[in-house]
Nanobody
Framework: QVQLVESGGGLVQPGGSLRLSCPAS????????MDWYRQAPGSERELVAA???????NYADSVKGRFTISRDNAKNTVYLQMNSLKPEDTAVYYC?????????????WGQGTQVTVSS
């Protein structure tokens, strides 16, 4: 079994910053791409940022230049540094990873952490 647990969400004023963390734990042999998604009320879940094992990154156009995804492979952890936050960034943020565990590559999700950007 593999678990992903997000932390670092909260309430922040427009223009502020937050840093999300998501460590993976359990029976892990290898972790491939790690991602952050978000889902606002009434909207579909959307990809925010992704990072490969060797550090290649990809961002949604709406967050380019403001968000930075990173990972610490030794700690099985993915991060999302969010700067210059806007009200439209308000959403539940989920981490996701493809993990090789017990001979099987599975798709795993965290439970989500709320990010609210409001004055």
């Amino acid at each position: 079994q593999v678990q992903l647990v997000e932390s670092g969400g909260g309430l922040v004023q427009p223009g502020g910053s937050l840093r999300l963390s998501c460590p993976a734990s359990g029976s892990i042999f290898n972790i491939y791409t790690m991602d952050w998604y978000r889902q606002a009320p009434g909207s579909e879940r959307e990809l925010v940022a992704a990072i490969t094992t060797d550090g290649n990154t990809n961002y949604a156009d709406s967050v380019k230049g403001r968000f930075t995804i990173s990972r610490d492979n030794a700690k099985n952890t993915v991060y999302l540094q969010m700067n210059s936050l806007k009200p439209e960034d308000t959403a539940v943020y989920y981490c996701h990873a493809h993990v090789l565990s017990k001979g099987y590559v599975g798709s795993y999700w965290g439970q989500g952490t709320q990010v609210t950007v409001s004055s």
